[in-house]
């Protein structure tokens, strides 16, 4: 019964569960197909999935996500899991609509609002000298957002022929860095890194990140930020239902060996080897691991072209991270948290301080230049048991500082163990600048390194964003999802876009080549799949289903469960 899946015939296998594994295989079985999709880790969903450490859940790479409103047009995360069919199982609660984001940059503080409108009066109100560049510079960061959404969707002769006229702002700034296009907009530099604040949610500082791209990002967010109930672990739970519910299969602790390729020069991928040395064959192979791992490991130079193998050699991976998970005894409103985010800065150049949190030394200075904050029972009200809090608290590094690390297994030497002591001590100093004396209060505490995102999760380098979002790695010059290779896709982060919705969407527009359909195809209004939203900061908004969880959640700290003493 365990192995029956390596008996079955495949239309397609997928490797890897990512959220854009997880929604290809959705949108394919649901065409009909027979679809495997095989997990190396324990549990689905790649950056999505959740864990526990003492009954208390964290998400490493599930933070907030933006357009999942019901009410307008272009609320694009709303829409891609009403169409894959999901949206009903998901509720979502709606950061802090005032504050989602919190800008700390030295002394100097800013709170996003949840619309567009409500963002530039606000910048306005505080630069009053800055008062038309903030208004020409937000509406062009709207018009190219909207500009790109229409270029999944060119289908028809006349599609193709006008795109250009109707995408002229993309066009215009599509080659220019994030830096170059607010420095002819806006001269204030405290004005500058409040409004590029979120380049932390591409990974890339302002003078090498793509205005476009990170245009995109901030759209993504102008009608505020939310986060699911259960953590990314429900978007991924409701999705392996769905894949399940059309009879195919997603295998967990099962990893991939290789790709099995046939043919001299047209070559064709026709299955796979799992590393127990069983082969599984389909019509069509899907990587949703990073093109690095795909090309070089699982097929293998010697099977691809110079053209390929060059670019592979070029290709950079995004920065890595260090993740601080921890539960905390305290009244964590009374220190000044709320559902919104975090994001806490040095003032001083933005750009110099991000490449010194770069460097291979990370020990060199007491605390870390920047950190995003996180508390998740905060986010998620029914997660809160009436004691203890969790917070994820995170800073970008250079996969350097762990590289002497790399080849080892779990069994960590203690050098590792003192080296990450270390580090973790140097996480808590830099987040008691936000909250004081957290230290204290700290009941458990552990923290993710680049080497436990390459072991879970299977990330080049422990990138956190697949490949890296500069001018040379998005758009055109960006991994393609068909590959050279006939029958072999691929989707992910490192193909259409990163995060949890770009990345299903790439899954999406995968399984359309596939399926020969365009997005819009595959992604079907479906008002019985509406996603549940509330506001996270507003109990009187709950249904009596969540208020009943809450009281469950309180009672089982009551009756024992879930305490660390």
């Not at 526990?52 to 047009?73: A, D, I, K, M, S």
């Not at 791209?213 to 978007?235: E, T």
């Not at 506001?535 to 809450?550: F, H, Q």
Request: a neutral charge.
């Amino acid at each position: 019964m365990k192995d029956d899946f390596k008996t079955e015939k495949y239309d397609t296998i997928i490797i890897g569960s990512g959220a854009g594994g997880l929604a290809a295989a959705i949108c394919l079985a649901r065409e009909g197909q027979k679809v495997l999709v095989l997990e190396q880790h324990d549990v689905p969903g790649g950056w999505c999935h959740s864990f526990y450490l003492n009954g208390h859940r964290f998400t490493p790479g599930v933070h907030y996500v933006g357009l999942c409103g019901n009410e307008g047009e272009g609320n694009s995360t709303s829409e891609l899991y009403e169409g894959l069919g999901i949206g009903g199982e998901l509720t979502f609660f709606q950061m802090n609509p005032n504050a989602y984001e919190h800008c700390w940059i030295g002394d100097e503080r800013f709170d996003y609002p949840s619309t567009h409108e409500e963002l530039i009066e606000r910048l306005q109100e505080r630069f009053p000298h800055e008062k038309k560049g903030i208004k020409k510079y937000l509406d062009l960061v709207k018009r190219v957002s909207y500009q790109l959404s229409l270029i999944p969707e060119v289908k028809t002769f006349w599609d193709k022929v006008t795109i250009p006229f109707r995408t002229k702002d993309m066009g215009k700034y599509g080659l220019f860095t994030l830096q170059r296009v607010i420095d002819w907009h806006i001269k204030d530099p405290l004005l500058k890194d409040f409004l590029n604040i979120q380049y932390g949610d591409h990974g890339v500082e302002p003078d090498r990140a793509s205005f476009v791209l990170h245009a995109a990002l901030m759209n993504h967010y102008l009608k505020g930020g939310y986060y699911p109930m259960g953590g990314g672990g429900a978007i991924i739970k409701a999705m392996t239902k769905a894949i399940k519910g059309y009879g195919s299969t997603v295998k967990t602790s099962t990893g991939v060996k290789r790709i099995l390729i046939k043919g001299d020069k047209q070559k064709h991928a026709t299955g796979v080897e799992l590393e127990d040395g069983t082969q599984l064959f389909a019509k069509n192979i899907i990587s949703n691991a990073d093109p690095g791992i795909t090309y070089n490991q699982l097929i293998g130079k010697e099977n691809l072209s110079k053209k390929l193998t060059k670019k592979l050699g070029k290709a950079k991976y995004s920065c890595t991270s260090l993740m601080l998970f921890l539960t905390v005894d305290m009244d964590v409103r009374a220190a000044g948290l709320d559902s919104g985010n975090i994001w806490m800065l040095e003032e001083g150049d933005m750009n110099a301080n991000f490449r010194r949190n770069q460097e291979a030394d990370i020990l060199s200075d007491e605390t870390f230049t920047g950190m995003f904050i996180s508390c998740t029972t905060l986010k998620d009200p029914p997660s809160f048991d009436g004691r203890y809090h969790t917070i994820e608290a995170i800073t970008f590094i250079n996969y350097e500082s762990f590289k002497k690390y790399e080849n080892e297994d779990l069994d960590r030497s203690d050098e590792y163990l003192d080296f990450k002591a270390r580090i973790t001590e140097k996480m808590i100093k830099t987040l008691e600048k936000a909250i004081p004396n957290v230290r204290e209060h700290i009941v458990h505490k552990d923290l993710g390194t680049p080497i436990t995102n390459e072991y879970y999760v299977n990330s080049t380098k422990g990138s956190v964003y697949g490949t890296e979002k500069t001018l040379k790695h998005i758009g055109p010059f960006a991994f393609k999802p068909k590959s050279e290779i006939e029958n072999l896709y691929l989707c992910g982060a490192s193909i259409a876009a990163h995060g949890v919705a770009g990345a299903s969407y790439s899954g999406v527009q995968t399984a359309g080549l596939i399926l020969g359909k365009k997005q819009n195809e595959l992604l079907l209004p479906n008002p019985e799949q509406k996603l549940h939203t509330y506001n996270a900061e507003d109990p009187s908004e709950y249904p009596d289903w969540i208020l009943k969880k809450i009281k469950v959640k309180k009672a089982k700290l009551a009756s024992g469960v879930n305490k660390f003493e």
